[in-house]
């Protein structure tokens, strides 16, 4: 990886870009020893920005998953004196149908909703414990 100065002249900054589309090597820009930006690739920038991309939806829709936890949590003493046993079902925030049986509540909800993200759960006192086994590796 090649790093220049942000000093230098224009020049060698068009020299710099050349070498970059026939290398495909990264550039660092530096002011006084200190990285402030870099010349990537173009092809690999628009892979960086689809990444980015998808992971700030993935925050927004991991913080929706947390919000409907928080409701059902909110909500769960009142929902276990009413409906122990059952399914319940929250999407932005809000309880949005219970029922017996968990296939029944999913249709109905995607049917009335259309399909997307739910919060899914059954009533229950305690909260379920999965142990998911792994293999150790030893060298």
């Given at each position: 990886?090649?790093?220049?100065?942000?000093?230098?002249?224009?020049?060698?900054?068009?020299?710099?870009?050349?070498?970059?589309?026939?290398?495909?090597?990264?550039?660092?820009?530096?002011?006084?020893?200190?990285?402030?930006?870099?010349?990537?690739?173009?092809?690999?920038?628009?892979?960086?920005?689809?990444?980015?991309d998808y992971e700030k939806?993935?925050?927004?829709?991991?913080a929706k998953a947390e919000?409907?936890?928080?409701?059902?949590?909110?909500?769960?003493?009142?929902?276990l004196n009413t409906h122990?046993?059952?399914?319940?079902?929250?999407?932005?925030?809000?309880?949005?149908?219970?029922?017996?049986?968990?296939?029944?509540?999913?249709?109905?909800?995607?049917?009335?909703?259309?399909?997307?993200?739910?919060?899914?759960?059954?009533?229950?006192?305690?909260?379920?414990?999965?142990?998911?086994?792994?293999?150790?590796?030893?060298?």
């Amino acid at each position: 990886m090649r790093i220049i100065d942000l000093h230098e002249q224009r020049a060698a900054y068009a020299t710099v870009l050349e070498e970059l589309a026939q290398t495909k090597e990264p550039v660092v820009i530096e002011r006084e020893g200190r990285p402030l930006g870099a010349f990537v690739p173009y092809d690999l920038y628009r892979q960086l920005f689809k990444w980015w991309d998808y992971e700030k939806n993935r925050q927004l829709e991991l913080a929706k998953a947390e919000r409907d936890r928080a409701a059902y949590l909110a909500m769960k003493a009142e929902l276990l004196n009413t409906h122990r046993g059952e399914f319940v079902c929250f999407r932005d925030g809000e309880l949005i149908g219970i029922d017996k049986d968990e296939q029944t509540l999913v249709k109905r909800v995607y049917g009335q909703y259309g399909y997307g993200p739910i919060f899914l759960h059954k009533i229950e006192e305690s909260e379920p414990v999965y142990r998911i086994p792994f293999r150790r590796t030893v060298f």
